[in-house]
């Protein structure tokens, strides 16, 4: 079984994302497969809604923080380096994508997985479903170009009150603050989300893809992004330190 599975039905892709286990963390064999996926759609001018969906229970806890071949602990600080940016790569590789794209969540969305959602255009969130930023906790940055597209959505404030007091917002809380966009039953994200898309994928495909680069031009890029994936390293050189 393939780590990401590409379904295409007329003008809309489902993309799923299953590790088979491991509570669909993200190893550098998903990242770099969900960021292949990206890029395969595209160069994909039929297809004009994207809908990403984890497994059926969740969505993805997070970072596999015992995947070696993303930590690279024996290897030399230019190729963790490396290695640790893999994760800003595949989401902004998403959040440029010219199509509309659905997150549709359920269960835990967890840290990096979390991170995956934002960089959509939209989410679905399910009942059980919800979100959590534990990095700062952790003694990590919120890294993949999080810290903007999270104070985007919710606002500074309320982004800081997030990730330092590490809240696991519900589905409901989620569209509240604006977190998520839409709420579906449990079990009902993918089904919310495909309906959502084809509404969508009615408009004509050049408008749709100027309006949204021009609505994402218009309200920057990420600031984060020329320095994140050196905090993260050092982050985590500081942790190993001190374990």
């Not at 970072?63 to 380096?81: F, G, N, Q, Y």
């Amino acid at each position: 079984m393939k780590i990401v599975e590409i379904e295409r039905a007329g003008t809309i892709a489902v993309v799923r994302y299953d590790r088979g286990g491991k509570a669909n963390a993200l190893s550098l064999a998903a990242i770099e497969a969900l960021t292949a996926a990206a890029a395969e759609l595209e160069a994909d001018t039929t297809v004009r809604v994207v809908v990403l969906a984890g497994t059926p229970t969740r969505f993805s806890a997070g970072v596999d923080l015992k995947d070696e071949a993303l930590w690279r602990p024996d290897d030399d600080i230019a190729a963790r380096h490396h290695a640790m940016a893999a994760g800003g790569r595949m989401s902004e590789r998403w959040r440029r994508l010219p199509q509309a794209v659905i997150a549709a969540v359920e269960g835990p969305a967890i840290g990096g997985g979390a991170i995956l959602a934002l960089a959509a255009d939209f989410r679905v969130l399910a009942d059980g479903a919800f979100f959590r930023f534990p990095e700062v906790r952790l003694g990590m940055t919120l890294g993949w170009g999080g810290l903007p597209l999270l104070s985007a959505l919710v606002g500074p404030a309320r982004a800081k009150r997030l990730l330092f007091c590490d809240e696991t917002v519900s589905a409901a809380e989620a569209v509240a603050m604006g977190l998520a966009d839409r709420s579906a039953p449990q079990g009902g994200a993918l089904d919310a989300a495909r309906a959502w898309a084809g509404e969508i994928a009615a408009c004509p495909p050049l408008a749709l893809a100027m309006t949204k680069r021009a609505l994402d031009g218009s309200a920057g890029g990420n600031w984060a992004a020329a320095y994140e994936a050196d905090q993260f390293l050092l982050s985590r050189l500081v942790s190993e330190a001190t374990s």
